[in-house]
């Protein structure tokens, strides 16, 4: 469908396509690094469909579009994250607790109500879709009190921006030299602990980076980083110590 041809009778590496488009002219290129731009067209081709669609329908000014990846550039079935410098510079990739494995972008489109060409660098996370999508739809969520997640909506309108104040992230995954590890972000600082056995624990060993001066986590401000940094990573571990939380990834 869509002029893809047919399927490969002969197995690839990673996760082939069709047919690998105009660059499988690229001799120097993999397989596998072919297959992976081929399925990004594919991706943007129907991306594109679909809003030709909402528009022929005489819906696309009452649909909120959201668009967005479900972790950071993966390395996996020989497709090497490096090839296209697919993280943009960032630390790790996806299975990563560094923004290579936790950050990605998010594009949302609805024409007259979601500003056009404007950007946010206010953090949002998977656990923000469900009351953000309650609130553009006019229904309540029920009980509000058991959701982690709160609405970006009042953003995407326009209302509000990066003055916010900032919000608690938390994340887990497996571990360095242990079973799992975790990391906990406010405003520009962002703790990463890459050693935890069950619960977050008082003598546990971070990590600290300022995410706006450097978003690639090469310096670690937790030994010595100055007033404002240590505030901040005090304060992060208290926020993780007082929420009774666990360090177990529940997808590993």
Not at 54 to 78: I, M, P, Q
Request: contains cysteine; negative net charge.
């Amino acid at each position: 469908a869509g002029g893809w041809g047919d399927a490969p009778d002969t197995p690839e590496q990673g996760n082939p396509v069709p047919t690998d488009l105009q660059y499988a002219n690229e001799s120097a290129w993999p397989d596998v690094e072919k297959d992976h731009a081929a399925v990004v067209t594919y991706l943007d081709r129907y991306v594109g469909a679909l809003a030709a669609t909402l528009r022929r329908a005489g819906v696309e000014n009452d649909t909120y579009v959201f668009f967005a990846s479900d972790n950071g550039a993966h390395s996996e079935g020989g497709h090497d994250v490096s090839f296209f410098n697919s993280t943009g510079g960032l630390r790790g990739f996806k299975r990563s607790l560094y923004e290579g494995g936790v950050r990605s972008p998010t594009c949302a489109r609805r024409p007259g109500v979601v500003p056009a060409g404007a950007t946010s660098a206010q953090p949002w996370a998977f656990w923000d879709v469900l009351p953000t999508l309650a609130e553009l739809a006019g229904v309540d969520v029920l009980p509000a009190d058991d959701l982690d997640g709160a609405s970006i909506a009042p953003l995407l309108r326009g209302e509000g921006g990066d003055d916010e104040p900032p919000r608690y992230l938390y994340f887990t995954w497996t571990g360095a030299g242990a079973p799992y590890g975790y990391a906990a972000r406010r405003g520009r600082y962002k703790g990463v602990v890459p050693n935890c056995t069950d619960a977050p624990a008082a003598d546990d060993a971070w990590e600290l980076y300022d995410l706006i001066d450097d978003p690639f986590e090469t310096r670690d401000l937790a030994p010595a980083g100055g007033d404002e940094p240590q505030t901040a990573l005090a304060d992060l571990r208290a926020w993780v110590l007082a929420g009774n939380f666990s360090c177990e990834c529940f997808q590993c």
